[in-house]
């Protein structure tokens, strides 16, 4: 089965400036997550998706970062603006369901790079 | 909240020996998963090896153990006759309320 895809690899931009990151889980997964991972620690969860709703945004900064999954499929992370602390790996999951984390693991995209100047 | 602390940053291990990475965990929680995820530099996180905390048996897969101690809150991760494509960060994972938490990571070189 095909993987997690995540576009673009690499993104270079400066700050204030917008960026938007885009993601397509595998076929069939109803939840889809998005991480930031800053160079030197672990993933961090920014928002988790059931279909097209939210289950958690918590940890999203919701002054400048918004995600949508308007129709419960691919997803896109926007940030605007951009600040410098931003620069991380940012990494897009699926899972078939958030039911059961055992039976039904999350997995992850490549990731996208991204870089503040 | 759930914390996952890994105090190796870096370790090296010759190939074909064994190598045991450590993580410990604090949480208040009865039922969670644990996980030990692999990042090579292609940066896709993928899944070792996984325990559910209600299971006394520690799980393997292949060349891959983990050391469960529930009490002490502790899920160690064992490779044995690691390989140079076992080179890679490596993350401890604690799962429950359909949510991942993750440690720093441990950078593991594979000498050969």
């Known amino acids: 089965e095909a993987g997690v895809a995540q576009s673009p690899r690499y993104k270079i931009i400066e700050k204030r400036q917008s960026v938007a990151f885009w993601c397509n889980p595998i076929s069939g997964h109803a939840t889809l997550y998005w991480y930031q991972q800053i160079l030197g620690q672990g993933p961090k969860l920014l928002i988790q998706f059931q279909n097209n709703g939210v289950v958690d945004d918590s940890q999203l900064p919701k002054d400048r970062f918004s995600a949508e999954r308007l129709k419960g499929v691919d997803s896109t992370l926007k940030i605007q603006p951009a600040k410098l602390e931003d620069s991380a790996v940012y990494l897009c999951a699926s899972s078939l369901d958030q039911a059961e984390l055992s039976n039904q693991p999350q997995h992850f995209g490549d990731g996208t790079r991204l870089s503040i100047l | 909240a759930q914390t996952v602390t890994q105090s190796q940053p870096e370790m090296s291990v010759q190939e074909a020996e064994t190598v045991t990475l450590s993580c410990t965990y604090d949480?208040?929680?009865?039922?969670?998963?644990l996980f030990w995820y692999k990042q090579p530099p292609s940066r896709q996180m993928i899944l070792v090896i996984r325990?559910?905390?209600?299971?006394?048996q520690n799980a393997t897969e292949n060349r891959f153990s983990v050391n469960f101690q529930k009490a002490a809150k502790s899920f160690s991760l064992k490779i044995s006759d690691s390989q140079l494509g076992d080179t890679a960060m490596y993350f401890c994972?604690?799962?429950?309320?359909?949510?991942?938490?993750f440690g720093k990571g441990t950078l593991l070189t594979v000498n050969p």
């Open positions: 949480t208040s929680e009865n039922n969670y998963y």
């Open positions: 325990q559910e905390a209600y299971k006394q």
């Open positions: 994972a604690f799962g429950s309320n359909y949510k991942l938490t």
